[in-house]
């Protein structure tokens, strides 16, 4: 034999499926039907996400428990399988899992790749090699005993989602709680509001930022109510929801277990066959994420105007200096966490798009879309998690407002004169504007010399932080 040939025989191992023999490099706890997959599918070079590695082992462990309390697995596999989904789950062998994210529909490669690993990893408990021909735990037969990737796919998506739940929404909370701080402290700057970008009554900046904090905060209750609906499972429906192969307390036995392994609150599906069929909770669970992300995206835009110039643009709040913002142009500076904000955002809303189209794809008993669909879940989370985590912490926290420029530029607003609508009305308001733009004065110089108002009545009514507070002015 060549050099060549025992390196590739000492590189390599044989594994058999259904459809022969494979090589899979000799280490590894995967499998043939991994393999294959990888082969199939050299696609993104994108791996899954922790969280869908997470929940297909908690989902194993489960399954194993389970079926040892039926007395359908024996102790000695069952402890070992329970053992090798717990080191899937701990992360110690995140790089077996090697499927791209763009693969068979349905998640089978995924599931089998999981399957495959803590099968392997089982055997090694139980003092087995990975090429020896006579191990005795099966990655079909005792790792997916009772299972089908039809039921454990939508229920990995799910545990996956409200993993990270509580992760994501402390993000968005403390970015909340960030708003709401500045809201406080800009109470007193008094600024010219603007509609169409134009002109408008007045405003506080912290009334600005007070509007910002209660939206973010309303969309964490968005994405924790489109949670629930994550928590019904549908373990146990099988291949197409009737439970073939399951034993009949295996549902509601998986549930219990699944919600002690997991510290989650799960409950029991109320039609296996929907569960199977309809992606709709995942939808709406990315819908949520995708509103967040509209929000976000929408304070970002206002930031990086509020924050323009500054000597050419509104220059009414300060963002931290984080990094130079030019190559060329000396001292300049950018808002780069705004603008990384809205480059995560403009991510997550095509994620969610994806996720929507593939949801409505799905065909009689089964979604074959679920890989992507898991994917682009996880990875909006992981995005809206950094994104915002780094927004709050290296451009909220520090931001400043300028009130010389946001009082300069309410000086000049003549849309001050709204206040004496009651007063003058409305077509006499128009004449005085027009003029005070057209002359380059105060809506208060224009309206005293016109004898509209006293001097006294004409600071009384144009108060701008009394104007802030609401009500009728004269």
């Known amino acids: 034999m060549t050099e060549t040939g025992r390196n590739q025989r000492r590189d390599t191992r044989i594994e058999k499926d259904s459809l022969g023999e494979i090589k899979v490099p000799a280490g590894a706890l995967y499998g043939a039907q991994t393999m294959r997959a990888v082969h199939n599918f050299p696609i993104s070079g994108m791996k899954p996400y922790r969280a869908f590695i997470w929940s297909m082992a908690v989902i194993k462990q489960a399954a194993a428990q389970v079926h040892m309390d039926l007395e359908l697995l024996d102790r000695e596999r069952g402890e070992a399988i329970v053992q090798a989904a717990q080191e899937v789950k701990d992360g110690q062998w995140d790089d077996q899992f090697v499927v791209d994210p763009f693969q068979a529909g349905a998640g089978t490669s995924h599931n089998m790749n999981a399957n495959e690993v803590i099968a392997n990893r089982a055997n090694q408990i139980l003092g087995y090699r990975v090429d020896d021909p006579d191990k005795p735990v099966h990655p079909n037969d005792h790792v997916n005993m009772a299972q089908s990737t039809n039921d454990t796919i939508p229920t990995a998506i799910r545990l996956g989602s409200l993993w990270r739940l509580d992760e994501l929404t402390g993000e968005v909370e403390r970015l909340a709680g960030a708003l709401g701080q500045k809201a406080v402290e800009f109470d007193d700057v008094v600024k010219s509001g603007r509609t169409h970008l134009q002109d408008a009554v007045p405003v506080r900046l912290g009334q600005e930022f007070g509007a910002y904090a209660r939206a973010v905060e309303r969309d964490a209750g968005r994405i924790r109510h489109a949670a629930e609906g ?5 373990i146990g429906g099988t291949a197409t929801g009737t439970g073939l192969n399951a034993h009949p307390e295996y549902h509601p036995r998986m549930v219990k277990r699944l919600s002690a392994l997991t510290g989650l609150e799960l409950y029991e599906s109320d039609n296996l066959f929907e569960s199977m069929q309809s992606m709709a909770d995942p939808v709406d669970f990315s819908a949520a994420m995708r509103t967040l992300a509209v929000t976000l995206d929408r304070i970002a835009n206002d930031f990086r105007l509020l924050s323009s110039g500054p000597a050419t643009g509104l220059d009414e709040i300060h963002l931290p200096a984080v990094q130079p913002g030019s190559s060329i142009m000396p001292g300049k500076v950018n808002p ?28 009689l008993e089964l979604n074959v879309m679920m890989p992507i669909i898991a994917h682009n879940l996880f990875e909006m989370m992981q995005v809206l998690i950094g994104a915002i985590r780094a927004f709050t912490d290296r451009c909220v926290v520090g931001l400043e407002a300028n009130p010389e420029k946001a009082e ?67």
């Open 408 to 474: 300069g530029w309410l000086a000049k607003n003549a849309i001050l004169v709204t206040a004496l609508n009651p007063v003058i009305g409305y077509l006499k308001g128009a004449e005085v504007a027009k003029e005070a733009m057209a002359s380059n004065r105060t809506i208060k110089e224009v309206v005293v010399e016109k004898g509209y108002l006293t001097t006294e009545e004409a600071n009384r009514i144009l108060d701008a932080r009394k104007m802030t507070e609401g009500g009728i002015q004269a």
């Open 336 to 363: 780069v966490l705004a603008e990384m904000l809205n480059m995560a955002c403009f991510h997550v809303m095509g994620n969610d798009l994806t996720v929507m189209m593939a949801g409505q794809a799905g065909q």
């Open 230 to 234: 994550l928590r019904r499972l549908g």
